[in-house]
C-alpha cells in the first residue's frame, strides 16, 4: 500500500527556519520523483520544489530564491524540505506527492499525503 506521511510542520517566527519530512512507504523511493506543494487559505495549491530520488536531480519554483532545499535519504526511505528565513507567505498547509517525471505539475502525482501546517507568524 502506497504511503506518504508528512511531518514537520509548527508554528515558527518570521526569518526562522523549519525541516518537513514526507516518509514513503510500500513503493522503492529510487524509482520515482517526490514533490513538495503547498496550498495556503484561500489560494491554489503551488509547487515547491521536486526531487528525483535516483540521481538527485532537483527543481525548485522560482518563488523561493534559494531559501528552501529538497534532499532524500533512500535508506529511510524519506525525502526532506528544508525551509530557511520563512516568510509569513510562506504559511500554508505542505504536501509532499510522488510522480514519475521531475515536474511541478501537480495533475502528474498519483499519491499525496495528507499534509503538515506550516505557520510563520510573529
Known amino acids: 500500500q502506497v504511503q506518504l506521511v508528512e511531518s514537520g510542520g509548527d508554528l515558527v517566527q518570521p526569518g526562522g527556519s523549519l525541516r518537513l519530512s514526507c516518509a514513503a512507504s510500500g513503493f522503492t523511493l529510487d524509482n520515482y520523483v517526490i514533490g513538495w506543494f503547498r496550498q495556503a487559505p484561500g489560494k491554489e495549491r503551488e509547487g515547491v520544489s521536486c526531487i528525483r530520488s535516483s540521481d538527485g536531480y532537483s527543481y525548485y519554483a522560482a518563488f523561493l530564491k534559494g531559501r528552501f532545499t529538497i534532499s532524500r535519504d533512500k535508506a529511510k526511505n524519506t525525502v526532506y524540505l528544508q525551509m530557511n528565513m520563512l516568510m509569513p507567505e510562506d504559511t500554508a498547509v505542505y504536501y509532499c506527492?510522488?510522480?514519475?517525471?521531475?515536474?511541478?505539475?501537480?495533475?502528474?502525482?498519483?499519491?499525496w499525503g495528507q499534509g503538515t501546517q506550516v505557520t510563520v507568524s510573529s
Open positions: 506527492a510522488r510522480s514519475t517525471t521531475a515536474t511541478l505539475t501537480g495533475r502528474l502525482y498519483d499519491y
